[in-house]
Structures are given as C-alpha cells and as structure tokens.
C-alpha cells in the first residue's frame, strides 16, 4: 500500500474510534473543559462518590485511629489510592475520582475485556489494516505485517512492553478498534468504574479520554481475577517472535529476541530496586497523563493495590519511588488505618459456590486448578523467566462465578500471587 493511502487509513481510524466515544456524550460534557488534557492544579469540588462520600471529596483521605503511622510527606502526585485487594478497603486516598488522562494504565481495562475471548495458542497472521491507527511516538513491541503470532505473543507484548502494535492487532481480531472502545466501555460499566470514557484501547492520548485512580484500581482488581491477567503482570522478560528473514539458499529462519518488562518495579532499574512481593500491574505515560501506575503486592498475607497518577516532582522514576512509599504506608498501616471507603464489586456480582474447574484463566481452556494444593513457582512456557509463576489455587481461597471469574462477597481474595525467586 503507498505511504500516503496507509497515513490516510491510520488517521481515520483514529477519528472513527474518537467520534464514538464522543457520540455517547452529553452535550454538557463536551461544552466542559477536557480533563483528559494537562489537568489544573486543582481537582474539581466535586466528584464521583462511588465506594464512599469521602473518596469524593478533593484533598487526603486517611483515618489514622488505631496507631496506624502518619502518610509519607513526600507524595506528589495529582491523584493516588492505596487499597486492600481482598477486602475492598480504601485505606487512604488524594483525589480518587479525579478524572485525568489514563495513559497505558488503561490496557488493565482492555486486557480484562478481551482476554477471555481467545485461547493462548490461537494464531494470527497480522494484515497491513492491523496495524492501522498507531498513535505517532507509540510504545511498541514489534509486530511486523505479513508475520503469524499466538495469542499469547501479543498478551506478552501488551504487558511486557506496553506494544501499541500488539493492541491494535488484537483489537482487530476482536472487530475492529470501534468495537474494542464499545466493549471496554461497558466492561467499565459493568465494574462501576464510571470516571472512565474510552477512545483509544491503547491508553494513547485523545480527546476526552479519562480514567481515575479509583477506577485504575478497579480493572487490576478485576484483571488479578484471571490467571492469564496474573501471569502476564508479573512476567519480567520473555522472547518475542522476529521478523522471518531468508538467506541466500532460500532457507527462512525467524529469530526471536528477548523483550523485558516496562514495570521498574517489577524488573529493578538503575536507581529502582525491585520492590519485594510485587506481582505486577501496568506502568504508563503520555504527555497529558504524565506517568502512571497501578501496582499489586502481597506482604505478611496481606495483598495491596496502589495507584499513582502523574506526580508534580520530575524526577527519574518518581512514580515508582512514590507508588513503594505508598505501598510501604499500606502494609505498616494495614490494621490499624480505618477505611475511608470500598472498591466496589462489579454489577453482576452474586452469591455463587466454587465451581471444580474454576480457574480464573482465559481463553476458555475450562481446565481449572483449583485445589491442587500449595502455589509452586514456575517459569512460562514460552521462556519467559524471571519471576515465579502461579501454577496452583489453594482448596477454597478463589470463589468464581460460572464463566464470569468474578468473585462474589463483598471479600474477594486474590488467588496466591506469584512468588518472586531469583532472576539468573
């Protein structure tokens, strides 16, 4: 295809997936200034209350009765949560429902939307259409058109690297972009995450495209569900598939490389330690969002989620530094900090008993590990290494709706999280 038809088919996917989701917007909303945009220094007065009143309210929301140890003072993001995975309990929060740009946090919304729709060993050939609409600057993989991946090269790559292009191909097995922004908008729904508007289902910059911290930790919530979501979050590096090359005999040999993840810390980096009992989730960054983060890691059995969006301090990592200083409050907190308000369950959470095959895993494989008795650490299949893989449920910790993997009490406890082991 020439060069100057592919630009033309690229930019009008992008407007055909930002003119649907600006069609389900009330005029009012569109006449408002655009939050997805560099926000103002200041949250709105009001904002959504879902999970509780005082998560509306803009400023710190902590309640330290009980001894629990005062907030570090060094936090500088616009917006931050720090929450018990399986109780649902906001220990402390700074502006929750602030709705701001999302960035390629919000691939923690298309990885628990489209996950369960194809098995891991699914191949596709990727067409030039794929590919269509990558935002310029993207973060990619490196999926290359004419070549053949699995399914879980693509996950692998959506995770690891945060791949745009791995996106963009799997949105297109799913229909199309059109159709993934209309799916993981009613996901988002469906999870109560109503600060959210989708346009783009790589988290790339676009026009009212919003999310908040309070929803981030929503859709990992929801993902950390999944035994597929589980093993991609916590994968440190992999091998990718190349691109096929043919020597001078005709012979085709297809190289793959090794692809680490973007998550510092989850891989450690120069001035980042990796931090202890981390799992996953998803790092992002754009120029409107600045960086985020949601992050999941269990200490002493207690498993937290925090997230960070877009701190004022500009310095290497900050996000990181401050998501640990976070993490560090929560678990010298947990028992203590009374909470200030709820995740909230999905809509179609209901009482439900455990099911012998429920697993949580994606792709429908209807092979469930339940009850096969303590977690093992294992590395994936493909190579992927670095971090220890849950290959087993303990007996009775994970309750799952039929085909829904959602789990029902207002208590949602997580499936053993993946324990780390050395890295060769």
Do not use: C
């Not at 902590?62 to 109780?87: H, M, N, Q």
């Not at 309070?214 to 035994?227: C, H, N, P, V, W």
């Amino acid at each position: 295809m020439p060069a100057p038809k592919k630009a033309l088919r690229r930019t009008l996917s992008v407007t055909s997936a930002a003119l649907t989701a600006l069609a389900v917007l009330s005029p009012a909303a569109l006449a408002a200034p655009d939050p997805s945009k560099s926000p103002t220094p200041t949250p709105p007065a009001s904002m959504s209350t879902m999970g509780g009143a005082r998560l509306g309210k803009p400023g710190t929301q902590v309640d330290l009765a009980g001894g629990a140890p005062v907030l570090p003072k060094d936090i500088t993001a616009r917006s931050w949560i720090v929450a018990d995975a399986e109780s649902g309990d906001v220990l402390a929060a700074h502006n929750a429902h602030w709705r701001l740009a999302p960035a390629s946090t919000l691939k923690m919304l298309f990885a628990d939307t489209l996950l369960p729709k194809w098995p891991k060993t699914t191949e596709h050939k990727v067409e030039v259409s794929d590919l269509a609409g990558i935002g310029a600057g993207s973060s990619l993989v490196g999926v290359k058109e004419e070549e053949t991946y699995t399914v879980h090269d693509l996950w692998l790559g959506v995770f690891l690297r945060s791949g745009n292009d791995a996106v963009h191909v799997l949105s297109a097995m799913n229909g199309g972009v059109d159709k993934t922004v209309a799916d993981m908008n009613e996901h988002a729904e469906e999870l109560q995450a109503l600060d959210t508007n989708v346009v783009s289902p790589d988290g790339y910059d676009a026009p009212h495209q919003v999310s908040s911290a309070y929803d981030l930790t929503l859709f990992a919530r929801s993902g950390l569900q999944k035994k597929d979501f589980r093993e991609y979050a916590s994968t440190v590096r992999a091998k990718f598939p190349g691109q096929t090359e043919k020597d001078k005999k005709g012979k085709t040999t297809r190289t793959p490389f090794e692809i680490q993840n973007t998550n510092r810390l989850l891989a450690g980096a120069s001035d980042m330690e990796v931090y202890p009992g981390i799992a996953g989730v998803k790092n992002g960054n754009t120029t409107n969002a600045g960086a985020t983060f949601t992050g999941v890691a269990e200490r002493n059995g207690k498993v937290l989620l925090v997230t960070v969006m877009n701190p004022a301090k500009d310095e290497h990592n900050e996000v990181y530094k401050e998501t640990a200083r976070l993490f560090d409050w929560g678990f010298a907190a947990a028992g203590k900090a009374q909470p200030v308000g709820e995740l909230v369950r999905p809509k179609s959470a209901a009482q439900a008993s455990p099911g012998p095959d429920a697993s949580g895993e994606a792709g429908g494989t209807g092979k469930g590990t339940a009850g096969t008795g303590q977690v093992v650490g294992a590395t994936a299949s493909d190579g992927s290494g670095g971090v220890g893989i849950a290959a087993g449920i303990t007996a009775g910790v994970l309750v799952l709706l039929a085909g829904g993997a959602f789990l029902v009490n207002r208590k949602w406890p997580l499936p053993d999280l993946v324990r780390r082991r050395t890295r060769p």
